[in-house]
């Protein structure tokens, strides 16, 4: 995938993101789910003093620490429920589409809170509910393969979501926009922005389609 190789400028939603994202400067930062660091490499560009990476995936992590030239970063192989850090010890936590991966997103938002800084800054994404309402999660076609419309069906039906990605079974867990709010809500947080992804202007050409509905949803919220 090209955000695999290229990193977060062919990130279709890295535009929206990185506008919800607080000042890094002299910031200790904590990336749940960093893959191949990316987000990591980000921050100490923008003057984070030190970053964590937590990513599941060994294969992914050696690419990120090849990737690396900073020993600022450090990476850990855990999964994001299992993370165990001081209270207090981040100043911000990013994700990028992990928590679709997590069937208990408020155990782990708790966590998150506990890490956090008083004014803490908590931001990430997901993969948008209207997206894994269905386990298809494709379009309906026509007899000329156009692209008719996008399904949204059992919205309402949060939990397991048993789908494929680049032709491997992959378990993904769908809540409700609601739901996302409500726990970061109960949690404790504030709510600071919620945006929807649309492409940006210069891949608009290749990504049209991405304007009939949001494949991403973005939260931004503060401790």
């Not at 990316?38 to 294969?59: L, N, T």
Request: with cysteine; glycine share 8%; aromatic share 12%.
């Amino acid at each position: 995938m090209s955000r695999s190789t290229e990193g977060l400028k062919a990130a279709g939603e890295w535009h929206i993101l990185k506008g919800l994202l607080p000042t890094f400067e002299n910031k200790s930062v904590l990336d749940l789910g960093c893959g191949y660091g990316w987000h990591c490499r980000y921050a100490i560009e923008q003057g984070a003093s030190a970053v964590i990476g937590i990513d599941i995936s060994a294969k992914m992590l050696k690419q990120a620490r090849a990737l690396t030239n900073s020993d600022a970063i450090t990476y850990l192989q855990m999964p994001i429920e299992d993370i165990d850090f001081a209270k207090g010890q981040f100043d911000m936590v990013i994700s990028s589409l992990a928590f679709h991966y997590i069937e208990a997103f408020d155990a782990v938002c708790e966590k998150i809170f506990d890490v956090l800084t008083k004014g803490g800054s908590f931001v990430f994404s997901v993969e948008h509910p209207i997206f894994t309402s269905r386990a298809a999660q494709d379009w309906h076609y026509g007899e000329g393969g156009e692209r008719l419309h996008w399904a949204v069906d059992d919205y309402h039906s949060e939990g397991l979501r048993q789908t494929t990605f680049l032709g491997e079974d992959v378990v993904k867990y769908h809540r409700t926009v609601a739901s996302y709010l409500n726990t970061l809500i109960g949690v404790g947080f504030t709510i600071k922005a919620v945006q929807e992804s649309y492409p940006s202007e210069d891949m608009l050409e290749d990504m049209k389609d991405e304007l009939r509905r949001p494949m991403f949803l973005q939260i931004a919220v503060e401790k």
